[in-house]
């Protein structure tokens, strides 16, 4: 395995591609008794168009989810209470670009891992299990569908995006669940969980070179089939319809205000554009922005407020969310103050101070395992090292913080979703 140091955040990473395809990364550490592994696959809800061996396919929506529900399910087995024997705690999440199965422990961690890497490569699909699994699923959309914070994020992307498959919801809808058979579910797992398609990624006391003799031992060198998948949309940046709002069981209106953004692609250049953009959120309405002091103290926010740079493949956008009486006021205060800072530019003592303080928190996200793990793989599918960080933020200058507001934050590029209580006239 290649074992390198980053000096910058004191981590010592090894990692290896193996003959079977699969990344494996480790990341020691040496005394702790808690080891937490991941295994990923670069495939999520917006995954649904691909080509396999020269077939085409178009999946209905919420089939990663309901790939990750029914992978825990093999014949005669309990997987969860193999685990629990085991001393491991295992989980699961679908996001719309990623698929992670995962689990933490103290001890048995050999055990853990084969067990790991066995159920998630065992596609077991019977009618009758992929039928009673529909049923949960569906109760799982229903209580979506009765979240306001859900809805309403639903609500925004439904307005902004046209093409882009952001527009249905990652358990997909009571129709398309509707649509998966055993057939679909093996053709997906086929195509998406190739070991040339995941990385294992593995935080604790563990041997490294161990770790990645048991992912080989326990995965097939043999030929997988060949895959394309669609991985871009063509989506205009601007926005037809500027306001959007719906009503429900809330106590005061709660809002998301969006800017659609060029989506940043992957690689070095990428994930530097998803920096400058983080910062740029930052300045412009972050906790100790003089926006968020200002619409505080007139009372257009409380403490729920908040925002920030959001990336999925094939989209992005800079957004803020809160509950507000008047969302429209907050609205228009946001372009003030942007249009403010693309012309005047920001304080070189607060642009160092903002740098200082993101990079900190990367820092320190290095201590929770789970961030640390969460954050190795997704950037390694980004085409990018997370540790190599640092060096980016040194490339960045004010003026970027400057032309990123100037482009993103228009007229022509926001969209307002807006939640307001059953009760209440909109304002």
């Not at 309990?78 to 689990?103: Q, V």
């Not at 800072?341 to 928190?361: P, Q």
Request: proline share 5%; aromatic share 10%; with cysteine.
């Amino acid at each position: 395995m290649e074992k390198i140091f980053y000096p910058e955040v004191g981590e010592t990473l090894w990692r290896e591609k193996l003959p079977c395809g699969l990344e494996v990364q480790v990341l020691p550490r040496p005394g702790f008794t808690k080891k937490l592994c991941y295994f990923v696959t670069d495939y999520g809800a917006i995954h649904r168009e691909f080509t396999m061996d020269g077939v085409s396919y178009n999946a209905p929506a919420g089939v990663a989810h309901y790939l990750e529900h029914k992978l825990f399910d093999m014949p005669g087995r309990d997987i969860t209470g193999e685990f629990a024997a085991l001393g491991a705690i295992p989980n699961a999440f679908t996001s719309y670009d990623m698929t992670a199965y995962y689990f933490s422990c103290t001890e048995n961690f050999t055990q853990n891992l084969r067990l790991l890497l066995e159920f998630v490569t065992t596609p077991y699909f019977t009618p009758e299990s992929v039928a009673k699994e529909q049923g949960i699923i569906d109760q799982e959309i229903g209580m979506n569908e009765d979240n306001p914070d859900n809805r309403l994020f639903e609500l925004l992307v439904q307005t902004m995006y046209r093409e882009h498959p952001i527009r249905t919801p990652i358990l997909g809808t009571r129709q398309s669940i509707a649509q998966i058979t055993p057939e679909v579910l093996s053709a997906c797992h086929r195509a998406f969980y190739r070991p040339e398609n995941m990385i294992l990624c593995v935080v604790g006391d563990v041997e490294p070179e161990e770790v990645a003799a048991i992912a080989q031992q326990m995965l097939s060198d043999a030929p997988h089939p060949e895959v394309t998948y669609l991985r871009s949309w063509q989506e205009p940046v601007q926005t037809e319809q500027k306001l959007v709002s719906e009503r429900m069981e809330v106590s005061m209106p709660m809002f998301q205000l969006a800017f659609k953004s060029e989506p940043v692609g992957r690689g070095e250049d990428a994930v530097r554009r998803e920096l400058v953009a983080d910062l740029a959120a930052e300045a412009l309405f972050g906790e100790s922005s003089q926006l968020y002091l200002q619409m505080y103290d007139d009372g257009l926010i409380d403490a729920s407020f908040g925002g920030g740079f959001e990336t999925i493949e094939g989209m992005a956008m800079l957004i803020a969310s809160g509950d507000s009486r008047r969302p429209e006021a907050v609205r228009d205060a946001v372009l003030r103050e942007a249009a403010r800072i693309a012309e005047e530019g920001i304080e070189e003592s607060d642009f160092l101070r903002m740098k200082r303080s993101a990079l900190g928190r990367r820092i320190r996200g290095l201590d929770s395992f789970e961030s640390t793990c969460f954050r190795i793989c997704a950037y390694y599918f980004a085409k990018y090292d997370y540790f190599r960080l640092p060096a980016l933020y040194r490339q960045i200058g004010r003026e970027d913080i400057r032309q990123f507001l100037q482009q993103t934050v228009t007229q022509d590029s926001l969209c307002l979703a807006v939640i307001y209580p059953n009760e209440e006239e909109t304002i």
